[in-house]
């Protein structure tokens, strides 16, 4: 027994004496990450590491076409990944069947009761009422809520939502009456103590739920088949399925079976019209198929402005132990009395001090200019009956540095308002199928137009007639759908899918070949044999040369050194970068590029997005490495194609298993 007292002792001595204990070693039991191109999950399926390094951009001969837009420059480039191929019809054809399924999903969510609706939505296990519904979304108030410094302390309905936060979780010291609707809420409820709180619905709840279309509605529209113990008051308080929509995700486990007579009577409207019919076919209406998605404006939200504060000496008005806190002081962000001063930077503006936005985002009454939508007719709650809304000055810079006791200032600034960053949109992401017609005068594409898009001959042929702006949101809808399986899989997010920049792109059609005019070295086209390289108008009038003829499959000819395919011909591609003829004379050196967001009200020129890699039916200039040109982001042709990239995480060096495995001192070792 001494002796089994004698080794606790002496592990508890060594425990103590551990060397790791009080140093900086980081946050511990982290994931170790592995960006092996094989890893599990870690690399998209089809992709291509391209190392980081180093490049002479531009012309590799003399500019013979005198353009001058090429000019002869080294550049470094980030290390990425980079599809194998350019994106096919039947990879983008599953973007556009997501998109018809989730509005399926969403109509039959919505005119299904019961458990047939339940079935398209997936329901949250903490599914909270009221009232943590409401204050789960308040979130930080960054008007004059709480600091690290004013705990409990100032700042506008602080102090009550503080106090209904403490009174809702049981605390027994809050007995004064507050005010709810500073708090976010509507109403306080009479008497509640920790013990009567429910955190989850349960099953009678959700049931009430999903035999009610919307709280508003009325309740003999359900009594046919709504269970015994429904409940009208458990239904005005938790709401129907409307209400409760955004709580849900949509479920994707549950098959819709399309040829179902319900389902079908249940979807009619996303079908063509009867006098829109061709030979009586039941088609669905592609006009209806629109993706909304997101994307943030980091460059925009990246910008600073003026900053204003009290100009109030802070060595003499704050105190840290003084709890009658003179409010004026620096440390406060800008109070709403400031809101309209005009030293702030205020873009996307309309008048200088307001900005247009979504009214489906934001919901709020208070957020509207009573003087501009006082003769628009307003909804139940009050608010206007428009697509979208003023939301005065939220671009201003907000104050989170601090002037301490001698006067210094730290000078950290943020935003007051991040949505205003998040951009939403809304495409139609059907390709532009009439783009072969269109695009050839006195040419019989018909055909083509008929089948290139939907039959399955064409399936791993490279999609087309598809614009610059359906190619970002393939990119957002291609992320989403990548991070939701990584996070089932209980892996961390990697960076998004997006169109390469021009430098990307000429990086990878390289292949690490530099001084190379074509993606397979060169100075020819053809190859010992006599055969051509790649998919494109190698004589006049003789398309069928180098074996194709409009479009090839996406893994024709060879690849070039990286492992990819059809860099030069078949299809041009899209790049994000904006069209600039001397953008080689101004872009950085280190992952160089031109960005611009172009608006609807801009001149075309500003539309101009970078293609590259030539096309079927290009000459051969169009195929060199250094050959760049453009096309409008809003026009869809059925000669451009793209493919997908993505940042590499990590140092991106050759040598990848050099990154992997436990962290060491060094990854790179001088010999």
Known sequence: ???????????????????????????????????????????????????????????????????????????????????????????????????????????????????????????????????????????????????????????????????????????????????????????????????????????????????????????????????????????????????????????????????????????????????????????????????????????????????????????????????????????????????????????????????????????????????TYSSVPKDENGLPQIEGGILINPGQDLDLGYTNTKGQHNAIRGHTDRSRFIIKERIHVYPDTMCWVRDFTYSFSEPMTQNYFWHTAYDNYPVVGVTWTQAKAFSVWRTQLYHSWLLSNGDLFVNDFRLPTETEWERGARGDLDQSPYPWGGPYIRNYNGCFLANFKPMRGRYFEDGGFHTVKVYSYNPNAFGLYCMAGNVAEWCSSAYEKSASEFTHDMNSDNQYDAKDGDHPIKKRKVIRGGSWKDIGFYLMNSSRTFEYQDTAKCYIGFRNVMTHLGRGGKDLEAENGEEIQSDIQLK
């Open 1 to 371: 027994m001494k002796r089994i007292f004698a080794l606790v002792v002496v592990v508890v001595m060594l425990s103590a004496c551990d060397d790791i204990d009080g140093n900086l070693v980081g946050v511990q039991g982290r994931d170790t990450f592995y960006p092996d191109i094989l890893g599990p999950g870690k690399v998209p399926y089809g992709m291509i590491y391209v190392p980081a390094g180093s490049y002479a951009s531009g012309d590799d001969e003399e500019d013979i076409m005198g353009l001058h837009s090429t000019r002869k420059r080294t550049v470094s480039v980030q290390a990425f990944y980079m599809d194998a191929s350019e994106i096919s019809n039947n990879e983008y054809r599953q973007f556009v069947d997501w998109v018809r399924d989730s509005i399926a999903r969403e109509k039959l969510y919505r005119r299904q009761s019961a458990d047939d609706a339940e079935q398209w939505v997936n329901v949250p296990d903490d599914f909270f009422k009221e009232p943590y519904r409401s204050l789960i979304s308040q979130g930080s108030d960054v008007q004059g809520a709480n600091t690290p410094f004013e705990p409990f302390l100032t700042g506008d309905g602080a102090e009550e939502l503080d106090k209904a936060y403490l009174y809702l979780t049981g605390y027994d010291g809050i007995k004064t009456n507050f005010d709810w609707q500073k708090a976010g809420l509507e109403k306080a409820p009479k008497k509640i103590t920790r013990k009567d709180i429910d955190l989850t619905l349960n099953p009678m709840e959700v049931s009430n739920i999903f035999y009610a279309y919307s709280k508003a509605g009325k309740s003999s529209d359900m009594k046919a088949d709504a269970p015994k113990d429904f409940d009208k008051k458990l239904l005005e308080v938790n709401g129907g399925r409307i209400e409760n929509r955004k709580f849900f995700t949509l479920n994707w486990e549950v098959p819709i079976d399309y040829t179902d007579p319900e389902t079908a009577l249940l979807l009619s409207d996303m079908y063509l019209g009867e006098q829109e019919k061709f030979f009586n076919n039941n088609q669905i209406d592609t006009r209806l198929l629109f993706y909304d998605y997101f994307w943030i404006d980091f460059k925009e939200a990246a910008k600073r402005g003026k900053i204003q504060t009290a100009d109030v000496d802070a060595r003499n008005s704050y105190n840290y132990l003084d709890e009658k806190l003179d409010v004026n002081h620096r440390r406060d962000p800008l109070s709403k009395d400031f809101k309209n001063n005009g030293l702030h930077r205020s873009t996307l503006n309309v008048d200088g001090t307001q900005v247009m936005y979504d009214s489906t985002i934001y919901n709020d009454p208070n957020l509207f200019d009573p003087a």
